[in-house]
């Protein structure tokens, strides 16, 4: 009696598990079967290892390969380590050029010309094309199978073309038409193809060609490909002759890395290259103990300002109480500003040169919340307090709320035109710097008020 298909991803997972344990694999081939490829794909994310190797083996090549080819480039690198070498050279040998090139900047670089060299001339010349681009360029993430066309050749020709190639290119939903020299002219989708007469040229039925250089940014002609809302964008070299395709799937996966990697760093800690579950305890630890250091050391700044204002504190007590308050308001202004125009800076709506429009913009920004934050912090301790706390509290947020928004607002945009992951220059930076400044400023403030 077969066992009924399980739906969730929880109980299947914890079905093989069992079966693991008791070294049935005819179980496991039978718990497996009714697996959809994306719910095989979680279940491996959340085996330990040895054990993934072990599950992978057991799944028929054809549906293997589908499975592999949505695992992330980590989790490829960790499952080809508990494979034979033959199992490895053959999964190596049935992914596309561009997956490929994916993985192998994963593994080690020793690893590379022993996976190169087992591939067929055709594979490993289609492979070295794409490695040769430099690493974070769209050329290494393009595909060089692709289906192209002449403008002057006629839709019974295109068909032909893509009937041809349906085995081997990785994408015939658009075509790039050329000219004589390999210049894109135009496109035409698939479905205009198979809606127009055999006999009708190319030229008659193609659109305008949006391309892109090789060497651009991959993130930024990923955005380029989804905001087109293209299957598949044409990727030229520096004379504008065709050499790839980046299709929207490889764009999505493009810009999914990208924003993980943002949203990890702007928490204080490096991204992780492969699923939570799959992560090793001590690549965890690894990816969180520097950004801590950083901090702390960041931190002593606070530290030294509350002991230079030490003396103050002591004549009034009460001040003590707000410090939490201020440098929390002050740190999550600024990290608003930073998220927002960090975000603004991935999506291109803001450019390095729109430095002092964002200044000017986020200090607006800056002076409307601290004002309102302000008049009610201030009203709130003054009728607690006395009048004059209240005050330096109301003055100490308007001036705190329009520094931070200002710094994280600028901070951004310093970092790409510096040319560097502005991500990295968000919050936890700014969070520290806000602190100890904010500080100084309450504390000068609370001088002059209450003439200590």
């Known amino acids: 009696m077969s066992t009924p298909p399980i739906v969730h991803i929880t109980d299947l997972v914890d079905a093989v598990q069992s079966q693991l344990d008791r070294n049935d694999l005819a179980s496991i081939i039978e718990t497996v079967a009714p697996a959809t490829a994306d719910q095989m794909t979680e279940v491996l994310e959340r085996l330990p290892l040895r054990r993934r190797a072990v599950v992978y083996r057991l799944l028929p090549k054809e549906r293997a390969i589908v499975v592999f080819e949505r695992l992330s480039p980590g989790l490829q690198s960790d499952l080809l380590r508990g494979l034979q070498d033959s199992e490895v050279a053959s999964i190596f040998a049935d992914l596309d050029p561009d997956d490929r090139v994916w993985l192998l900047d994963e593994l080690p670089a020793a690893v590379a010309p022993k996976l190169l060299h087992g591939l067929s001339e055709k594979e ?59 210049h894109v002219v135009g496109v035409v989708g698939l479905r205009d193809l198979l809606r127009a007469d055999p006999d009708v040229s190319i030229a008659e039925i193609m659109h305008p060609a949006h391309v892109a250089t090789a060497y651009r940014d991959a993130e930024s002609v990923a955005r380029t490909c989804t905001d087109l809302r293209v299957l598949a964008l044409p990727i030229v070299d520096k004379e504008a002759r065709l050499v790839g395709m980046l299709t929207i799937d490889d764009a999505v996966r493009i810009l999914e ?170 919050n936890p930076f700014i969070t520290t710097f806000v602190d100890a400044s904010g500080l100084v400023v309450y504390f000068l403030i609370a001088r002059a008020i209450l003439q200590i």
Not at 329 to 357: C, F, I, K, Y
Not at 361 to 378: F, P, Q, T
């Open 124 to 182: 490993r010349q289609l492979t070295a094309e794409v490695l040769g681009y430099p690493k974070g360029s769209v050329g290494r993430r393009m595909t060089p199978e692709y289906v192209s066309t002449r403008a002057e050749s006629t839709v019974a020709e295109a068909m032909r073309r893509v009937r041809a190639r349906l085995d081997d290119a990785e994408t015939i939903y658009t075509l790039p038409v050329l000219d004589g020299s390999r």
């Open 257 to 426: 890395r990208e924003e993980t990697e943002d949203a990890a760093r702007q928490g204080g800690v490096e991204p992780l290259r492969r699923p939570y579950f799959s992560t090793p305890i001590h690549a965890l630890v690894s990816s969180r103990i520097v950004w801590l250091l950083v901090l702390a050391v960041g931190a002593t700044l606070t530290v030294q300002v509350l002991s230079v204002f030490e003396a103050t504190l002591e004549q009034v007590t009460v001040l003590a109480l707000f410090v939490p308050l201020l440098i929390g308001t002050g740190g999550n202004t600024g990290n608003q500003a930073a998220t927002t125009v960090t975000r603004a800076l991935a999506l291109g709506d803001v450019r390095p040169r729109d430095l002092w429009r964002v200044l000017t913009r986020e200090l607006g920004v800056g002076v409307a919340l601290g004002a309102l934050l302000g008049l009610i912090g201030g009203a709130i301790t003054a009728v607690l307090y006395e009048p004059r706390i209240g005050l330096v509290i109301g003055l100490t947020l308007l001036a705190v709320c329009s520094m931070a928004a200002t710094i994280g607002g600028i901070m951004p945009m310093v970092a790409r035109a510096l040319r560097v992951d502005p991500a990295v220059f968000s």
